[in-house]
């Protein structure tokens, strides 16, 4: 099975320096918010689908809405491997991409 890693990436763009044989490596699933910058381009090139990216803009707001997104999108994701019951908003979260659990945790 594999494990679910997600991680923020800072204005810098530090990230983007992986490459996708270091991501594959993990085998595991990457869920990638890229703040200020085109976050698809950027997981395309380490490998990272872009149904599993975002882009956020690097202030309080959307840096807690991302962080929501992802805690959500993650417990969702494992109670569903787990064949937990899931609720109807929790099913949702498995199957949406990024950018939507993100633009969903913007409006709460």
Request: charged residues 20%.
């Amino acid at each position: 099975m594999k494990t679910e890693i997600a991680f923020l990436l800072d204005r810098s763009g530090s990230m983007g320096s992986m490459t996708h044989a270091a991501i594959a490596a993990f085998n595991s699933r990457f869920l990638f918010l890229g703040a200020n910058q085109d976050a698809i381009a950027t997981a395309a090139h380490m490998g990272i689908q872009a149904h599993n990216s975002a882009t956020f803009a690097a202030d309080d707001d959307d840096l807690q809405a991302g962080s929501q997104a992802f805690a959500y999108k993650i417990s969702a994701s494992r109670r569903h491997a787990a064949k937990c019951h899931l609720d109807h908003a929790e099913a949702a979260s498995v199957n949406e991409s990024m950018t939507e659990s993100l633009e969903k945790s913007r409006k709460k």
